[in-house]
């Protein structure tokens, strides 16, 4: 791992460098004052992960980014970003990763540690030029992860904190607000509150709801779909949680919200529709989708739901967890085959026609609620 630090001693004190190249035997890691400095040994030698600051001396950290993404478009891009000032919109749409100054060791660490797993989980260096090259990735759903790293640090965090965290963003506590009283979320009155949202709904509904409204918010590729795309993830996201014990519903409900953001992506294809064997060489959606998520920093359980959702047999876990219940709710949402061999391989293929009852019911309720509301 080829690791590049960008920028002056007010970003990387000195003995920082060092000392993160003492963590790992396996990391090669450099250092740039600058961005010319840094250019020119990007395009001297491969990178796998660069580190900007916010500022450097002879030129703005996003011309540093896309230079970047030019000379070495496999190269993971992550940017710093100083307290109390957030990173120009040329920089959100270059950056894969951001993470705050001053920079610890362990959160360098955690960063540069889960960009190592992606690599080796997703080792298609076609897969990474190609996602690297792309203009304008879809940006971190920033509101979402700082409601989770709100909550790393308080577990203890009441109702009205966490709406007044969400409501920072007036555009996307609308839509949450919206998607509370959709058909899947709706139970009684109106809810026309975020505080009532979090009382009623729960915490982890409405953390999949913020990153449900982000998500989907983003500028979609020509032909795709947004509103169906976003009406089959909270339909298989009220799936897979429903098909997992209560210490993983989370993280299955999460995956199969985000099972789809592959097709977001421009010159991506859609695996539904087109076979692997495909002219164009481009990458299908699923492994695009889980090499985006795995830039945005999302836990490698999710990442490898994302990934092999067609095909669960690949997934590391041979019991039926995460990548299963993704593949049947993402398969039931789209009314798509589902590998029954596989389930019966797990143990769980008696559970599937509860699970298609279930996706029908809820399918219907959607439908009934739309014909009521158009």
């Known amino acids: 791992m080829r690791i590049l630090f960008v920028g002056g001693n007010d970003s990387f004190p000195p003995g920082f460098v060092d000392l993160v190249?003492?963590?790992?035997?396996?990391w090669e890691v450099h250092r740039a004052a600058d961005g010319g400095a840094a250019s020119a040994q990007a395009a001297a030698a491969a990178l796998d992960v660069v580190v900007v600051a916010p500022a450097l001396p002879d030129m703005p950290a996003a011309t540093l980014l896309g230079q970047i993404r030019t000379l070495r478009p496999e190269t993971s891009r992550i940017a710093l970003i100083a307290a109390g000032q957030?990173?120009?919109?040329?920089?959100?749409?270059?950056?894969?990763?951001?993470?705050?100054l001053p920079l610890g060791e362990e959160l360098l660490l955690e960063a540069v540690g889960s960009l190592e797993e992606l690599r080796d989980l997703l080792g298609n260096p076609v897969l990474r030029e190609h996602i690297g090259r792309i203009d304008r990735l879809p940006s971190p759903p920033q509101t979402y992860?700082?409601?989770?790293?709100?909550?790393?640090?308080?577990?203890?965090?009441?109702?009205?904190?966490?709406?007044?965290?969400?409501?920072?963003?007036?555009?996307?506590?609308a839509k949450v607000l919206q998607l509370c009283n959709s058909a899947y979320f709706a139970a009684g009155r109106t809810i026309t509150d975020l505080r009532t949202a979090v009382t009623r709904l729960g915490l982890a509904t409405l953390r999949d709801l913020v990153l449900a409204s982000e998500v989907f918010?983003?500028?979609?590729?020509?032909?795709?779909?947004?509103?169906?795309?976003?009406?089959?993830?909270?339909l298989a996201?009220?799936?897979?949680?429903?098909?997992?014990?209560?210490?993983?519903?989370?993280?299955?409900?999460?995956?199969?919200?985000?099972?789809?953001?592959?097709l977001l992506l421009p010159t991506v294809r859609d695996e539904r529709e087109q076979a692997p064997a495909d002219a164009s060489g481009a990458p299908g959606h699923t492994e695009a989708g889980a090499y985006l998520l795995g830039?945005?920093?999302?836990?490698?359980?999710?990442?490898?739901?994302?990934?092999?959702q067609r095909t669960p047999a690949r997934s590391s876990t041979r019991s039926f967890w995460v990548t299963g219940a993704v593949h049947v709710a993402t398969a039931l949402a789209a009314d798509a085959p589902v590998d029954e061999d596989y389930l019966q391989r797990a143990g769980v293929l008696d559970r599937l026609p509860a699970w298609r009852r279930l996706a029908d019911e809820l399918s219907a309720r959607s439908t009934r609620a739309d014909a009521q509301t158009a």
């Open 145 to 173: 992860l700082a409601l989770m790293h709100a909550l790393e640090a308080d577990e203890d965090a009441g109702a009205a904190d966490i709406a007044r965290l969400v409501a920072g963003d007036p555009a996307i506590a």
């Open 86 to 100: 957030p990173p120009p919109v040329r920089v959100l749409s270059l950056a894969h990763r951001f993470l705050p």
């Open 21 to 26: 190249a003492d963590i790992d035997d396996g």
């Open 237 to 262: 996201s009220q799936l897979a949680r429903r098909m997992l014990p209560d210490a993983s519903a989370e993280l299955g409900a999460t995956a199969a919200l985000l099972a789809d953001i592959g």
């Open 295 to 308: 830039l945005w920093g999302l836990p490698m359980p999710i990442i490898e739901a994302v990934a092999f």
């Open 217 to 234: 918010a983003q500028p979609a590729a020509a032909g795709a779909d947004r509103h169906a795309l976003q009406q089959r993830a909270l």
